[in-house]
T-cell receptor
Framework: DSGVTQTPKHLITATGQRVTLRCSPRSGDLSVYWYQQSLDQGLQFLIQYYNGEERAKGNILERFSAQQFPDLHSELNLSSLELGDSALYFC???????????FGPGTRLTVL | AQKVTQAQTEISVVEKEDVTLDCVYETRDTTYYLFWYKQPPSGELVFLIRRNSFDEQNEISGRYSWNFQKSTSSFNFTITASQVVDSAVYFCALRPNDQTGANNLFFGTGTRLTVIP
């Protein structure tokens, strides 16, 4: 158990819908990262937050957004969902930006 | 540009055999970090090891060992006396020392290891 929690574990929804994925980092970790794992794209970095502020952006679609709250938990919002958004979404956390990233169990999103 | 190549897509070995997973990376940074993660069938990503670019000392941890060679930009992972529980997808990852503060990982495409009993 990495100490990073993600909810829900599974999510099934329809095209055009909006969902929110939630992540709680390990105790003491200030950085939160979101990654997407799909069959065709592999593991791709989406976005990083550090202590509530956006630190870096990767290949994150405009339909996707995220935030990190004062209690350091983070949410990834996916809107106008398409079939191609079906993937495993991981959250990771680290103490600061340079520390090892520990991953949560992931949220498997299925868009029908 | 940052890139990690894991040329071996799938490897099958018989239990108790040794197996080496290859990882080659590309980066222009002089300081960077390399990682190996394991993704068992249950799906989570488990951290195995982290190595920084200025420490080329090889490491052994139980049945696992890592061979970091800067000259060939490789960071290979060997499992000795493989066991069925080692069956998983293994990812090599690179984290450059980005001065902007971005610390995301660049992952390889993974190597699926199957250990046959």
């Amino acid at each position: 158990d990495s100490g990073v929690t993600q909810t829900p574990k599974h999510l099934i929804t329809a095209t055009g819908q909006r969902v929110t994925l939630r992540c709680s980092p390990r105790s003491g970790d200030l950085s939160v990262y979101w990654y997407q794992q799909s069959l065709d794209q592999g593991l791709q970095f989406l976005i990083q937050y550090y202590n509530g502020e956006e630190r870096a952006k990767g290949n994150i679609l405009e339909r996707f957004s995220a935030q990190q709250f004062p209690d350091l938990h983070s949410e990834l919002n996916l809107s106008s969902l398409e079939l191609g958004d079906s993937a495993l979404y991981f959250c990771a956390s680290s103490m600061d930006g340079t520390d090892t990233q520990y991953f949560g169990p992931g949220t498997r999103l299925t868009v029908l | 540009a940052q890139k990690v190549t894991q040329a071996q897509t799938e490897i099958s070995v018989v239990e108790k055999e040794d197996v080496t997973l290859d990882c080659v990376y590309e980066t222009r940074d002089t300081t960077y970090y390399l990682f190996w993660y394991k993704q068992p069938p249950s799906g989570e990503l488990v951290f195995l090891i982290r190595r920084n670019s200025f420490d080329e000392q090889n490491e052994i941890s139980g049945r696992y060992s890592w061979n970091f060679q800067k000259s060939t930009s490789s960071f290979n992972f060997t499992i000795t006396a493989s066991q069925v529980v080692d069956s998983a997808v293994y990812f090599c990852a690179l984290r450059p020392n980005d001065q902007t503060g971005a610390n995301n990982l660049f992952f390889g495409t993974g190597t699926r290891l199957t250990v046959i009993p």
